[in-house]
T-cell receptor, first 116, second 115 residues
Framework: EAQVTQNPRYLITVTGKKLTVTCSQN?????MSWYRQDPGLGLRQIYY???????DKGDVPEGYKVSRKEKRNFPLILESPSPNQTSLYFC???????????????FGEGSRLTVL | AQKVTQAQTEISVVEKEDVTLDCVYE???????LFWYKQPPSGELVFLIR??????QNEISGRYSWNFQKSTSSFNFTITASQVVDSAVYFC????????????FGTGTRLTVIP
């Protein structure tokens, strides 16, 4: 089954404790990205990756890191989480990273993170 | 810069009523894409439709229909004969040609259908 898998789905952590949210897709997609969803703000893009070893900042990258060492994985790293990073996080992938939209953007089921 | 406005924060309707969710967008690109996603209470994002800027045809899919008007920069979504299962948050989104997969979302409209 084609899917984008995020882990963990739920996490409560404390300020400053490094954490990683993993994202994996099994569709051989070139493009992957991370969004965060906050009440009243909709979804905002954090980082995206057009292909392996190619990443770029989205609209709200501060406090986050990403890496794309393999095509299927795109982990989101919070080096020193703070309470303002409490949010619902979505990973997404798409077949083509080109300028013309060629296919659906597949979203993971979301990871709800709480930073105390 | 791009912008998507969903002015309706919350809407409540009684089952079987029709409801229209508004979406107004801003972009300087002449080539762009518009989307609607549904987020049910379970939290996942469900893709509903994509429309490119060259295709102004309205679309109907069952009880759902979309009205795209470039002249008013709007891409409105109508649910006919609403059902309780339509209760969800609905997001309108925009992407521009050179970064077509980078979606810029509106703030969402929470629709509650009352039985």
């Amino acid at each position: 089954e084609a899917q984008v898998t995020q882990n963990p789905r739920y996490l409560i952590t404390v300020t400053g404790k490094k954490l990683t949210v993993t994202c994996s897709q099994n569709m051989n997609h070139e493009y992957m990205s991370w969004y965060r969803q906050d009440p009243g703000l909709g979804l905002r893009q954090i980082y995206y990756s057009m292909n392996v070893e190619v990443t770029d900042k989205g609209d709200v990258p501060e406090g986050y890191k990403v890496s794309r060492k393999e095509k299927r994985n795109f982990p989101l790293i919070l080096e020193s989480p703070s309470p303002n990073q409490t949010s619902l996080y979505f990973c997404a992938s798409s077949l083509d990273s080109g300028s013309w939209y060629s296919g659906e953007l597949f979203f993971g089921e979301g990871s709800r993170l709480t930073v105390l | 810069a791009q912008k998507v406005t969903q002015a309706q924060t919350e809407i409540s309707v009684v089952e079987k009523e029709d409801v229209t969710l508004d979406c107004v967008y801003e972009t300087r690109d002449t080539t762009y894409y518009l989307f609607w996603y549904k987020q049910p209470p379970s939290g996942e994002l469900v893709f509903l439709i994509r429309r490119n800027s060259f295709d102004e045809q309205n679309e109907i899919s069952g009880r759902y229909s979309w009205n795209f008007q470039k002249s008013t920069s709007s891409f409105n979504f109508t649910i006919t004969a609403s059902q309780v299962v339509d209760s969800a948050v609905y997001f309108c989104a925009l992407s521009e040609a050179m970064r077509a997969n980078n979606l810029f979302f509106g703030t969402g409209t929470r629709l509650t259908v009352i039985p």
